[in-house]
């Protein structure tokens, strides 16, 4: 029982410390913003029934210049998401 108990505490530690680390870099960046506004009109990753898709629905088109229903997001912003993505491609 001891080892049972030591063994799930230790697991659960394990898994909140390794849930607590993100990655600073991009938790406030201009991809992010576009992200927490899409997801704040609404827009989720499992709703591609009902035409509420994170990515293709709301960040594809906002990205591509098409405005989004119900999500504002500065013009500077999409600007610098784009630049972002395309050093993150020129990386690889």
Do not use: R, W
Request: proline share 3%.
């Amino acid at each position: 029982m001891k080892l049972f108990l030591l063994t799930f505490a230790t697991t659960v530690i394990l898994t909140q410390s390794l849930l607590a680390e993100e990655p600073t870099t991009h938790s406030d960046g201009p991809c992010m913003k576009i992200m927490v506004a899409c997801k704040n009109a609404g827009y989720n990753k499992s709703l591609l029934i009902e035409k509420k898709s994170l990515s293709k629905d709301c960040m594809q088109l906002i990205l591509n210049g098409q405005k989004v229903e119900d999500v504002n997001i500065d013009p500077k912003d999409v600007e610098a998401c784009k630049i972002k993505k395309a050093e993150v491609k020129s990386k690889k």
